[in-house]
């Protein structure tokens, strides 16, 4: 049974929104963590020593301990930020499921927010997002058409997000 007092999830500065990236989950498991059943679980990568599954609450993420009781991380930052800023977010944030290998983008000199994943139609409001994949795909042949191609729930998908400094959106591009 869900414990009714704790309807609302943990904040994440980092990603602001997990139900809508899909990363975390309504679900009646109870946490391999803190053994509650709290109505929601994680449901991204979790890289540890022990298979873990979609077992783990966002309160257990978000406070430390599922990651301490289990040496677990739960994506990898892709940047120079400081050692405090890569705990906090491969630590006490949710991660999210990529094609390939999950990289938590920078700017800024910290960890920028977690959008979720975009197609072509996501990404068009966002110039500066478009202009840091295009910077990344160089000259793979005809890059407006893979652009167009995105496609967020599907392949290829885009990965959007934003400073938390500056407001620049940052995406990267991923397909099996």
Same mark, same amino acid.
């Given at each position: &049974?869900?414990?009714?007092?704790?309807?609302?999830?943990?904040?994440?500065?980092?990603?602001? =929104?997990?139900?809508?990236?899909?990363?975390?989950?309504?679900?009646?498991?109870?946490?391999?963590?803190?053994?509650?059943?709290?109505?929601?679980?994680?449901?991204?990568?979790?890289?540890?020593?022990?298979?873990?599954? !979609?077992? /783990?609450?966002?309160?257990?993420? #978000? !406070?430390?301990?599922? #990651?301490?009781?289990?040496?677990?991380?739960?994506?990898?930052?892709?940047?120079?930020?400081? &050692? !405090?800023?890569?705990?906090?977010?491969?630590?006490?944030?949710?991660?999210?499921?990529?094609? +390939? +290998?999950?990289?938590?983008?920078?700017?800024?000199?910290? #960890? #920028?927010?977690?959008?979720?994943?975009?197609?072509?139609?996501?990404?068009?409001?966002?110039?500066?997002? /478009?202009?840091?994949?295009?910077? =990344?795909?160089?000259?793979?042949? =005809?890059?407006?058409?893979?652009?167009?191609?995105?496609?967020?729930?599907? +392949?290829?998908?885009?990965? /959007?997000?934003?400073?938390?400094?500056?407001?620049?959106?940052?995406?990267?591009?991923?397909?099996?």
């Amino acid at each position: &049974m869900t414990d009714p007092t704790t309807a609302d999830l943990p904040s994440f500065p980092y990603h602001p =929104d997990p139900l809508a990236t899909g990363s975390v989950v309504p679900s009646d498991t109870e946490c391999l963590s803190c053994g509650r059943r709290r109505g929601y679980v994680y449901a991204g990568p979790v890289y540890a020593v022990t298979d873990i599954g !979609d077992e /783990l609450c966002p309160w257990c993420i #978000a !406070d430390g301990s599922a #990651a301490e009781r289990f040496e677990a991380l739960f994506t990898e930052v892709d940047g120079q930020v400081p &050692m !405090d800023v890569v705990r906090a977010v491969a630590q006490r944030t949710p991660g999210f499921s990529a094609w +390939q +290998q999950e990289r938590w983008l920078t700017h800024c000199g910290d #960890a #920028a927010l977690f959008l979720g994943p975009a197609g072509a139609p996501e990404l068009e409001p966002c110039p500066d997002a /478009l202009e840091t994949l295009r910077h =990344d795909l160089g000259p793979l042949g =005809d890059t407006e058409a893979f652009l167009a191609a995105l496609d967020a729930g599907g +392949q290829p998908t885009a990965y /959007l997000f934003r400073c938390r400094h500056c407001d620049r959106h940052l995406a990267y591009a991923d397909f099996t």
